[in-house]
C-alpha cells in the first residue's frame, strides 16, 4: 500500500469485509508474528544474548589477566 492513500485503505479494507479467507489468513498470521514479540520470547532472547556477551568478555579478561 502506498502511505497516505486512503483511497487505497478504503478498497483493501473492502476487500477485508468481503474477503473471509483472506481476513481469516491474515488474522492467523498477525497472531502468528505476536507471538514471536510477546514478552517471555523476547525475555528469552534478551538473557541469551547478554548471556553471551558476558561470557565474551569473561574470556577477554581472563586472556588479559594471563598476558
Sequence with gaps: MKPNDVNM???KLKM???DEHTRK???ENGIKT???FNYPSQTKILE???KEAMDEN???NWRF???
Design 9 to 11: 485503505l478504503a478498497d
Design 16 to 18: 477485508l469485509i468481503q
Design 25 to 27: 489468513k491474515l488474522g
Design 34 to 36: 505476536s507471538d514471536r
Design 48 to 50: 541469551k544474548e547478554m
Design 58 to 60: 569473561a574470556v577477554k
Design 65 to 67: 589477566k594471563i598476558l
